[in-house]
T-cell receptor, first 114, second 110 residues
């Protein structure tokens, strides 16, 4: 069974803190993605990666960075958390052969920055 | 990108077929139709996709009209666990993004 796991379901951080969100998939997928989901704004792509050590900016990369040192792990880093980064963060993965659209999502991390 | 239009909400009796419509009248020839759903407090779940032929898998069937301007997702025997927001997405070849609109909130009623 397809499995994408995220390190935390709920997280509360203070403004200015460095925040790490971890995502692991066990399907040997080449592609991995980080989104944020906000009411009224839908799903927005932050970063994606098509291979180990490769990364591409999505629509809203400002204030975020990513790391992919191993195929199964894709980390999202908030360098200095701000209140406008309070959101639901979703990680996803997909196979190279099926293209980027048949994505499998993790359960999400609800981050609150105070 | 082709935009999609879905009804904001629908109800369906448990055990009955749920038919969820989607209009995508500006779809172009190389754009696929994808369906996802999102159960409350969970990540989105891929359901099915198609280009022009009807498709079926263990979760659902996808019926695409001949002119490709609309499609219908069919859940043949809806259960309470199918209560979710269903998103119809049209994606051009080469796009990196999944863009979810507002979707249809399906409520399965006992």
């Amino acid at each position: 069974d397809v499995k994408v796991t995220q390190s935390s379901r709920y997280l509360v951080k203070r403004t200015g803190e460095k925040v790490f969100l971890e995502c692991v998939q066990d399907m040997d997928h080449e592609n991995m993605f980080w989104y944020r989901q906000d009411p009224g704004l839908g799903l927005r792509l932050i970063y994606f990666s098509y291979d180990v050590k490769m990364k591409e900016k999505g629509d809203i990369p400002e204030g975020y960075s990513v790391s992919r040192e191993k195929k199964e792990r894709f980390s999202l880093i908030l360098e200095s958390a701000s209140t406008n980064q309070t959101s639901m963060y979703l990680c996803a993965s997909s196979r190279e052969t099926s293209g980027p659209y048949e994505q499998y999502f993790g359960p999400g991390t609800r981050l609150t920055v105070t | 990108d082709a935009k999609t239009t879905q009804p904001p909400s629908m109800d369906c009796a448990e055990g009955r077929a749920a038919n969820l419509p989607c209009n995508h009248s500006t779809i172009s020839g190389n754009e696929y139709v994808y369906w996802y759903r999102q159960i409350h407090s969970q990540g989105p779940q891929y359901i099915i996709h198609g280009l022009k032929n009807n498709e079926t898998n263990e979760m659902a069937s996808l019926i695409i009209t001949e002119d490709r301007k609309s499609s219908t997702l069919i859940l043949p025997h809806a259960t309470l666990r199918d209560t979710a927001v269903y998103y119809c997405i049209v994606i051009p070849t080469g796009a990196n993004n999944l863009f979810f609109g507002t979707g249809t909130r399906l409520t399965v009623i006992p």
